[in-house]
């Protein structure tokens, strides 16, 4: 244990922690209006190209972070345009566009005489070799996506919410459609250090899959997933770090797998959550129903007798193995 | 009479190229309440999205509220309900927060919503009869509960002039006589109700005035019809010779100035 601490107590594990906070945090504030506006892999698409932009920053000997944040953007601002148009084969479009950003990277990285391996760094993720600038960038970067995500949000959820609606209300939708897209690329060169460019997508959507099974608003929903998004990222490091005496365990699959482990957990208790919010909906109120009436019965029903009980209009009626039975003074009647 | 709140002169619509509406003159007095007819395919959903903006005429000058459609930002005073399956999307949202976004052509950038935003926004739950849905989400609600919400969101902005795109469509009759009764509220409080409806319901009553469109073209516009005189309404137009909006002789043949590559293709 006293290792474990003194490992935490290292600058680049130091370094690693604060980054992960940042990310934890931004990922998945862009990532609810990714899933709100059914893009949830539109963040692994920003990805793909940004893997361009890395091997860039390696063949010209530039930071591989900022060439990234630069074609990010670029891919992010094309996929919003194709999107935009509407073509039926939109999605072949963006497929085109992915792969072209991954082989494009993978070719680049090899005239610029490097191997796989450094790539890797930025496929898988590789939080605690940030240098400091690395570390400042993250945490500007990541306070501009949480401070837009939060301060917009009636704005960008109106968008999201209903195109339709937003544009007759006098927002100038394609702008706040381009915004989106350059936070979601902003956040992937984030994420990449922290969990890699192939990961990157699970950081930004599995927290707001998790959030959704339980919450029934949208503010709780970004919430959530922000806080959730910031346990995995911090839990999964300092999991990895502690298994990392043992095992070579890396922290970015660690982080995502963590996430996962999140929703594996929440998606029961949504399930179970719905089916009881289904099961108590108020029975609609119909005049001069037929109903027969229940002159003996074993027990009371009353608060606590385990039966369903559902309000129809100014009574109750308790679901009793597939009836609706409803208290009149001395007996029951079948609803 | 006074400004007209809606003024379009020989408005035209293409799709991609394809003439959809041809030759719509439309003016809409300040109050009236007009029901858009027509069958599938009449173009009558198609004026409602020109009339918004949301989609370019090709010809046609636009006028709302007086003034010209290009110098137009007082979107505060439209509301729009657009036809929609529902009121749902890949997150959950809270019915209040859906009507709550109604609000935001009155809302200045970064700032908290105020207590004239909040009681708008329980006015138009009240006016529909969600108040005590207001925390649910809005996919819990059957589809003529979601048609109400989409209204209620309109009326948060508390507009003067309402597009309602088809409300009606799979509602059932109750939640159809409620959405009647939210109209004609609105109606009562002065508002210009411009709406697309394939059968007018409980809401016939309320009409001022019915504008049947067929092929694209206005086929009729005067008084309400009984709901089997709309297949026929063009035909009484011809009979009877009140013929309002006489075609322009020269539109059929004229090029349009506006697409010149259309010919070619």
Redesign the interface.
Known sequence: MKEYLDLLGLPFMQKAIIAAVFTGLAAPAVGTYLVQRRQALMGDGIGHVAVTGVALGLLTGTSPTWTAVIVAVLGAIVIEVIRERGHTNGDVALALLFYGGLAGGVLLTGLAGQSGAYLQRYLFGSITTLSVTDLWATMVLAAVVVLVCVGLSPQLFAVAQDQEFARVAGLNIRYYNLMVAVLAALSVTIAMRTVGLLLVSALMVVPVATSQQVTRSFRTTLGAAMVLGTFASVGGLLLSAYASFHARVAPGPTIVLLALAGFVAAWPVGLWLRSRRRLRQPFPVVEAAVHDTIEEHPHEHGDDCGHVAVPHGDHVDYVHGGHRHAVHGQHYDEH | MSTPVIDLQNGAVAIAGRPILRGIDLSVGSGEFVALMGANGSGKSTLVRAL???LPLATGTLTLFGTPFGDF?D??R?G?V?Q?GG?G??????V???V???R??R?R??RPLGRQDRAAIADALDVVGLAHRA???VT?LSGGQQQRV?IA??LA?EPELF?LDEPTAGVDLPNQQVLADTLETLSQRGSTIVLVAHELGPMAPLIDRAVVMRDGRIAYDGPPLASDQVATAHLDLHDHGHHHHPEPPHHDHAPHVSSPLEGGR
């Open positions: 918004t903006g949301l930002h979107w505060q439209v729009f657009p929609r009121a999307s890949g997150v959950p949202a809270s209040w927060e859906v709550a976004s109604g935001l052509p809302r950038l970064l925390r649910d989400g819990a989409l969101r309109a902005g597009f």
